[in-house]
Every structure is written in C-alpha cells, then in structure tokens.
C-alpha cells in the first residue's frame, strides 16, 4: 500500500465530512533558492528561498509566503494540464536541472496540473527545453519526502539561535508552519549556533513526550560529555562546542559554523543520540535564513557620517563658497567670483587642505556624480557605494573589483581623514566616526568587500527586476 493512500485511509477515518475540506487545504512548495518566474503580465520576479502556498488562479498560480500576509504574494505565470494520480490533497514541488531551469509543479486532486516554469539566475541566457518532469515521478519524490517526515521522532526543535563573534547580540529562529527561519548576516562567515531539543510534541498533546533533563541516560551522556550525541548540518557532523540541559530540561547543543553566509541556507539539521541500542533521534529540520544587513548595521552609521557627505555635497562652485563662508567667515574665503573654487579642483583646494598625506587629492565630486547621499536610507547609499560610478565627464564606469574597493577603502586620504583624522586647516578637529583608529575601520569593512559587498534589501519574498523580459509573456486566451 502506497503512502498516499495510507493517508487516504488516515484521513478518512479521522474527520468523517471530509469531501470539500480537502480541496481547501492548500500545498506548500519549499523554494531553496532563489529562483526568477515571469508573471503573466510580463514582469520578471525573484522569488526569495522559503516555504509558499500555493492556490491557482485564472492566469497563474499565486505564492503565499508561509510567513507572510494576504497581501504579501505574487501571482506567476503558469500553464494548466492534467494528471491521472489519484490524491485527496494538492501536491506541490519545485524541481530544477543542471542548466538551471527550475518548475514548480501543482497536482490537484481534481486533476488539474500546473507548472510554473522559471529559471536559475537572470532570464534570457537560458537555452533547451522548459523543464517536464512526469506526474508520476512528481509523486514518487513527494512520497519520499514524506514518509521521512511520517516517522515520529523522539526529539523536536525547540529553539535555535545564532551569535556571531564581535557582537554580544544573539538573534533568535522563529518556527514557522512547516520551517523555520533564523536571521543570519549577510556578511559574517562563521558564528556560533545553538539549538535546543525537546520531546517530541504530538499536535494536541498537552505535554511532550519527554522532558530530556530527566531521561537518566541523557543525564549520563551530558555529564560525561560522551560521543554519542551528534549534531549534523546538511548531513555532515559538526563538533559540539557545548552540550547541556537549558531552559525547561531541554536539550542544549552548540556548534561553531562556518561558511553561514545568508546566501548558503537553507540548511538541515538533525541531532541523534544513541546509547547503547537506544536512540532519540529528531527529524531533518529545514531551517530558512533571513538577511541581517551587514551594510545597515555595521557600515552605514559609517558612510552616512557628516565628514563623508558634507565633502559629497560640494557639488557646485557655489556650495563650496556657501559652506566655507559659513563655516569661517567671509572674510577669509572670499571667493564668491573666482572659478577656480569648484570641484575636482585639487589645486585650489590644495591651497589651504594641505596635510602632506592628502596628496592632491582633496576636491569634492561634482553634482553629475550622483554621490550626494546626505539623507539618503541604507539601501540607497549602499547602492551608491557599491557603483556603477559617474566620472567627472558624466561617463559611467564599471563597478570597482574586490581589489580596487579595497585599495580605495584602506588607501584614499580623503577616506582616510574622514574616518580617522578630521583635522581642518584652521586647526580643528571635526568629530569623526573611528577617531585614530584605522586598523578598526579595516576590520569593519574588509568582511564587507570580501563577502562581495552585500547591500540591504526591502524584499522579503518577492522581487521585482528592474528590466522587463526581451521576450513578452501575454495572459492566455
Ligand atoms: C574631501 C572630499 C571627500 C570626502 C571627505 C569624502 N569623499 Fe568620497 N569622494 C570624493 C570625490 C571627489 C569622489 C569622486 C572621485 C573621482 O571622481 O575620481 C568621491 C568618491 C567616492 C566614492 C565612489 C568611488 C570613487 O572613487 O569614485 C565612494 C564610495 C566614496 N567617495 C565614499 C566616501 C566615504 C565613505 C567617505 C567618508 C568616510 C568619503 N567618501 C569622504 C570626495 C570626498
Ligand atoms: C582659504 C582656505 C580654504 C580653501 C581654499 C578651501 N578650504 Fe575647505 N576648509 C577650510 C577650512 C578652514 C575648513 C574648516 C571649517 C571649520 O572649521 O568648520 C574647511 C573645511 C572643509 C571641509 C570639511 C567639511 C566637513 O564638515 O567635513 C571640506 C569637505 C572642504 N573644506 C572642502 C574644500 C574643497 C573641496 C575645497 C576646494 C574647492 C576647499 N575646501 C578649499 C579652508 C579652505
């Protein structure tokens, strides 16, 4: 007897008026990466890792992010066929091939089926047939899945959380209707991971099944520190930093992670405990991570500092004289008629900015640049940051590589006197964000390039490209 009609059997005994219940309940499709779908009106969208439900519509099929509200889904191109499986509940799965083209397929009790057809990456380099997977092969994965899921384990996650090294903050996974998600830094490499494991809880019990604290070959285990208790991350063991009993007598294990960065997840974990011929074993539990911008956090407070967009706002020759006349008077900088007080200008500027460090290279970057960002959110300013840039001509250049980001970062004396130094001509020191502390601007932003400078984002689920597709999609007739 096959899984699924198992489940038939389940189901049918367990609530009696049955019939136009089921067809409400809706499938969930887990999406592990990212993935970009058109809409029916042609728009291209990025569908961010994370469980979705799914319900059809007249044109497509419409995603509603587990986590998410009504409002919050996008409804994507989908074509409609048929399937003679028989199920009592709609089946949804994504499936992908080598050259990147991904398919999020609908089985529907009524035999209705549809398939969403996407790609990995940007659209258009994608060349071959759309993806087809058969129905059947749809349900052999589907019930493979589940019967993994169809075991009941003895422990269940209870909690998990992340630290990361340089700061004291630990951010909380929050449990989801099938997963869970855990906000990661989108940046830092490695952290410390704590996960906390109870009995299992059966749906309508009032307890779990055990308390692990007091399950006396547990105690044995924890005390002595033994083998025997093993935590795994996508399949592979990771070494525990830490093995004890927490909060509620649940279990508590801790491992140092690397290779976290947001873009890695979802990942799985699984903690087994064997003693003797006795296991406790929990499921494979997915585990979906959630950005925490490194940029907004740690860089930003940094790039929106007044000594970086006080210089970034001289676009003009008359800003200049504006803020030098109100700044010293003037009397000394008369010179409201004279040209040469423009930007990217370093001779004239030079005249009076003159630290032996600052090597001609002090003059503000004209108004065609677009680097004004006074004001600006995170988001914005990031964008700015990490290019393209607009040269003094009003050419666009490419963005920098790591290596040249890295050069201007830790080299360019206007970066460096905003940073660090902040001495003025006539003697004062403006405040600045890392005063005398170079070696500590470096560690902040080093991560940053190195990680490929990450910016933040306002999407949660879905995004939408800027570009529209070269090849139209129309809603079918
Ligand atoms: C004295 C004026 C001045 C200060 C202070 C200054 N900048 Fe700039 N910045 C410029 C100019 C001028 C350019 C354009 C360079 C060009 O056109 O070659 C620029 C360009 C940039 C760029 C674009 C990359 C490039 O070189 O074209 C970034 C990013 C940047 N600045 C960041 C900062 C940050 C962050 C700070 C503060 C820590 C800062 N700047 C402080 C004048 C300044
Ligand atoms: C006549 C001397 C003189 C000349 C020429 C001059 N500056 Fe200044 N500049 C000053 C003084 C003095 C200050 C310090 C103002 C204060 O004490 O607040 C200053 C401050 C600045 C600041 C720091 C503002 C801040 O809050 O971070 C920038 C940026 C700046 N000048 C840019 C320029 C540029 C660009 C030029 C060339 C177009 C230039 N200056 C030419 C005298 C001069």
């Known amino acids: 007897m096959s899984f699924l009609s198992c489940l038939t059997l389940l189901h049918a005994c367990s609530t009696p008026q049955t019939t136009n219940i089921v067809?409400?309940?809706?499938?969930?499709?887990?999406?592990?990466?990212?993935?970009?779908?058109?809409t029916p009106s042609g728009e291209d969208i990025t569908v961010m890792p994370g469980a979705y439900q799914i319900k059809t519509e007249q044109y497509g099929i419409r995603l509603f992010a587990e986590e998410g509200t009504e409002s919050e889904s996008m409804l994507i191109e989908a074509k409609p066929t048929n399937h003679t499986e028989s199920i009592i509940q709609p089946i949804a799965l994504m499936s992908s091939d080598k050259k990147g083209h991904r398919v999020v397929t609908l089985l529907r009790p009524n035999g209705e089926r549809w398939d969403a057809w996407g790609t990995q990456g940007a659209e258009s380099s994608l060349t071959g047939q759309p993806l087809h997977i058969p129905s059947a092969q749809i349900m052999q994965r589907f019930n493979t899945i589940n019967l993994d899921k169809a075991i009941i384990p003895q422990f269940s996650l209870a909690s998990v959380s992340v630290k990361y090294d340089d700061t004291k903050k630990s951010h909380k996974g929050e449990k989801l209707k099938t997963t869970w998600r855990l906000p990661?830094?989108?940046?830092?490499?490695?952290?410390?991971?704590?996960?906390?494991?109870?009995?299992?809880?059966?749906?309508?019990?009032?307890?779990?099944?055990?308390?692990?604290?007091?399950?006396?070959?547990?105690?044995?285990?924890?005390?002595?520190?033994?083998?025997?208790?093993?935590l795994?991350?996508?399949?592979?063991?990771?070494?525990?930093?830490?093995?004890?009993?927490?909060?509620?007598?649940?279990?508590?294990?801790?491992?140092?992670?690397?290779n976290v960065r947001v873009k890695t997840w979802p990942k799985t974990v699984k903690v087994v405990v064997t003693k003797g011929k006795k296991t406790w074993e929990s499921a494979s539990i997915k585990i979906y991570a959630k950005a925490i911008s490194y940029y907004e956090s740690v860089l930003h407070p940094i790039f929106s500092h007044d000594r970086c967009t006080t210089c970034h706002a001289l676009g003009t020759h008359d800003k200049i004289v504006d803020m030098h006349q109100y700044r010293?008077?003037?009397?000394?900088?008369?010179?409201?008629?004279?040209e040469e007080a423009r930007p990217q200008n370093p001779t004239f500027c030079e005249t009076c900015h003159k630290a032996p460090y600052l090597k001609n290279a002090w003059f503000s970057p004209l108004s065609v640049q677009e680097i004004d960002w006074k004001g600006?959110?995170?988001?914005?300013?990031?964008?700015?940051?990490t290019g393209p840039f607009i040269n003094k001509d009003?050419?666009?250049?490419?963005?920098?590589?790591?290596?040249?980001?890295?050069?201007?970062?830790?080299?360019?004396?206007?970066?460096?006197?905003?940073?660090?130094?902040?001495?003025t001509p006539s003697g004062k020191d403006l405040n600045v964000p890392l005063s005398k502390k170079l070696s500590l601007w470096f560690r902040k932003v080093d991560p940053w390039v190195e990680a490929g400078t990450p910016c933040p984002t306002n999407t949660k689920f879905f995004q939408r490209q800027r570009h529209t597709l070269t090849e139209k999609f129309f809603p079918r007739q």
């Open 328 to 338: 010293i008077g003037i009397e000394k900088f008369p010179y409201e008629f004279d």
């Open 184 to 230: 990661v830094n989108d940046t830092l490499d490695s952290g410390s991971f704590t996960f906390t494991w109870r009995g299992y809880w059966e749906k309508s019990a009032f307890q779990p099944s055990f308390i692990p604290s007091k399950v006396v070959d547990l105690q044995n285990l924890v005390k002595k520190k033994q083998c025997c208790i093993t």
């Open 376 to 385: 600006l959110d995170a988001i914005r300013v990031c964008r700015k940051v």
């Open 232 to 258: 795994t991350v996508d399949g592979k063991e990771a070494p525990l930093t830490r093995l004890s009993f927490s909060k509620h007598g649940t279990l508590l294990t801790r491992v140092q992670l690397d």
């Open 23 to 38: 067809e409400q309940v809706l499938a969930t499709v887990e999406i592990d990466e990212a993935a970009h779908f058109p």
């Open 394 to 423: 009003g050419e666009v250049e490419p963005p920098f590589d790591r290596k040249r980001l890295t050069q201007h970062f830790h080299e360019n004396p206007r970066i460096i006197w905003a940073i660090s130094d902040g001495l």
